[in-house]
């Protein structure tokens, strides 16, 4: 796992390195300004070739239009001194770069002020108001330099227009389109939610402003793995194919980050209420318990596990045969269904290495789960409310490691304290937005309600809340799939960038991550480790299978995965 930072965790990083006198903020800047222009030349190598370093005018040998042009955007504060910094990097490049403030300069905090002082003996420096449509088209790459973790209110229109113009450019498949590349965060989005402050101003028809490249320093904010930050955007660029990149460049401070992540005594480095970690389950395993995931030599099946699959009725049964394929893939050493008498004819003719056994109503349920062997259950998808009602109770009041979906949930949607009061630690709710708001319909519309400070109420927020109330681990599903225990614990498994996933946004893809913890819980998992690693797991199942995947092969990919990764 990967830390991630709040915009305050990150202040307060780079506050404790310059007190300590290790680094100045100067140096700081010039090492972000750096890593953005290596990011830029490693995303487009062809921009690397510009014709050697500038030379001192008045002897250009090559003519401005033929170099590669820049338009730099810088703001107020300490994202537009990484700007002049680029600014300058790049014209050393052999750039004619062009730089706008918007802003007062006698304003500018000092690093920035210092970079401005050095840009402007090289370069002009113009107001945001002397930018036109002629001065952007004319560029090959923008970068958005205006405001970063700094970001507290609403764009000021000036900027709104002028990011609509160039998000609406960079998206339109009609025309000459610059590459935008975020210096940090993408301006207007709050870096701990992924959330537009300026919600009207920069929507555009296409979704929000999507750079091509966002680089960010020392470690990735929280909201670039979450939200509208990472929705999707096209591009004609490099980037066209792999969607929006992500980039972190070390500044230096690296170290300090991996102390306070790793010791609690230098967390009160954090701001207090924001002590608590969020991991991010990115591209890399390292920190989930994948080891786990091997089967020792002498085990036999009653040593993985037995995970009971509840079903739905007569032609509903598809979504819980998916879960239990899912629960015996990922390595449940007997995945049972539990089906009513008019479906078994149903579940019989389709099933192979998955068993069955009748269970009607809650007697039968209860009977069924009087066998101990039975050490997880999986109960909602395609399940009916009405059955949902009559058997969710009997399966909480077993105890057993529980994973409830769908039907599981919505079937509460009129009572979810009752849902909450028989919930024990063992369980894991795994909502998509539409049961996440039947559930906990406050918390829904917090999130829906358009921010207007930062930082914003964020889906990490609403998820470690809904974890609390409900007294067990909840998986708020989505391309940003957040998983938050009671005690504050949070990770983010992240389906964006280097590792988008658009086609597990299919029928019953759902019903077999139920069924991936569920056998992860059979398997002895803890409730937040099955969640964490079945989430993962199901990602890189629909990474590794690729486009035309459906939700039946996730389950059959799952042997390569497990392949790569030398189980
Ligand atoms: N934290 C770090 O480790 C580093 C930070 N650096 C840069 O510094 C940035 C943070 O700098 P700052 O804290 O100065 O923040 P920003 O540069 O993001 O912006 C803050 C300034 O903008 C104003 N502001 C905020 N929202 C506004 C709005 N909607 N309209 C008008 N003005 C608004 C604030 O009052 C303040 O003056 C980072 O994003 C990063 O780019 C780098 O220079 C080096 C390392
Ligand atoms: N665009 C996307 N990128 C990555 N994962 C996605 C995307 N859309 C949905 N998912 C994932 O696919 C699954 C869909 O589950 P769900 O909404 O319950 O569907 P169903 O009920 O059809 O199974 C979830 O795990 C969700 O995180
Ligand atoms: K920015």
């Not at 929705?231 to 969607?243: A, I, K, L, Q």
């Not at 979504?319 to 049972?336: D, H, I, K, N, Q």
Request: aromatic share 6%; proline share 6%.
């Amino acid at each position: 796992m990967t830390e991630i930072l709040t915009a305050a965790q990150m202040r307060a990083i780079e506050l404790a390195a310059i007190e300590s006198g290790e680094v100045t903020g100067l140096e700081l800047m010039e090492r972000a300004g750096r890593g953005v222009v290596d990011a830029i030349f490693d995303a487009w190598p062809d921009f690397k070739t510009a014709r050697g370093p500038a030379p001192e005018p008045p002897k250009y040998f090559w003519q401005d239009e033929d170099a590669y042009k820049a338009i730099v955007l810088c703001g107020p504060g300490n994202n537009g001194g990484d700007g002049f910094v680029v600014a300058r990097l790049l014209r050393d490049a052999g750039w004619v770069v062009e730089v706008f403030l918007y802003g007062d300069a006698g304003q500018l905090p000092p690093d920035a002020k210092t970079n401005y002082q050095r840009w402007s003996e090289i370069g002009a420096i113009r107001a945001f108001a002397d930018i036109s449509e002629e001065i952007l088209n004319g560029a090959s790459l923008t970068i958005d330099a205006i405001f970063g973790t700094g970001l507290t209110r609403p764009l000021p229109d000036e900027i709104g227009n002028v990011l609509q113009f160039v998000s609406v450019q960079a998206n339109s498949r009609s025309k000459v389109r610059p590459p935008i590349v975020a210096v940090d965060v993408p301006s207007g989005i709050d870096a701990d939610s992924g959330r537009p402050i300026s919600h009207s101003v920069i929507e555009n028809d296409e979704g929000y402003y999507t750079p091509a490249l966002t680089v960010t320093f020392g470690a990735a904010k929280v909201g670039h793995f979450l939200d509208t930050c990472t929705s999707d955007y096209s591009c004609n660029s490099v980037s066209d194919r792999r969607g929006p990149s992500l980039v972190v460049k070390p500044i230096g401070v690296e170290h300090r980050i991996e102390v306070a992540a790793g010791n609690s005594r230098i967390v009160d480095l954090f701001e207090p209420d924001k002590a608590r970690h969020i991991d991010l389950l990115g591209r890399s395993s390292v920190g989930l318990n994948l080891l786990f995931l091997s089967k020792d030599r002498g085990g036999h099946k009653f040593s993985h596990g037995h995970a009971l699959v509840l079903t739905g009725g007569f032609g509903k049964t598809g979504a819980a045969r998916l879960a239990a394929r899912g629960a015996l893939r990922v390595g449940a050493g007997l995945v049972t269904l539990g089906v009513p008498p008019n479906a078994q004819m149903e579940v019989a003719s389709q099933i192979a290495g998955l068993m069955m056994t009748r269970v009607q109503g809650g007697e039968a349920l209860a009977e069924t789960l009087t066998d101990a062997r039975l050490n997880a259950v999986c109960v909602g998808p395609g399940f009916g409310h009405e059955r949902a009602r009559a058997l969710v109770p009997v399966v909480l009041s077993n105890k057993r490691a529980t994973v409830l979906d769908a039907d599981a949930l919505s079937a509460f949607a009129n009572a979810p304290e009752e849902l909450f009061e028989t919930l024990h630690e063992n369980c894991i709710l795994t909502p998509h937005k539409g049961e996440f708001a039947r559930l906990f319909p406050d918390l829904a519309n917090r999130l829906a309600e358009v921010p207007t400070r930062g930082p914003a109420y964020s889906k990490v927020d609403a998820t470690r809340e809904a974890a609390a109330r409900a007294g067990c681990v909840v998986l708020f599903k989505g391309p940003d799939t957040v998983i938050a225990a009671p005690d504050g614990k949070c990770s983010i498994n992240s389906a964006h960038y280097e590792r988008s996933a658009p086609w597990l946004a299919t029928a019953g893809s759902g019903d077999v991550l139920a069924g991936f913890i569920t056998g992860l819980l059979a398997r002895g998992f803890s409730a937040m480790d099955a969640a964490e690693t079945g989430a993962w797991l199901h990602v890189e199942c629909a990474i590794a299978f690729g486009p035309g995947l459906i939700a039946e092969d996730l389950p059959e990919i799952l042997p390569k995965v497990f392949c790569e990764l030398g189980l």
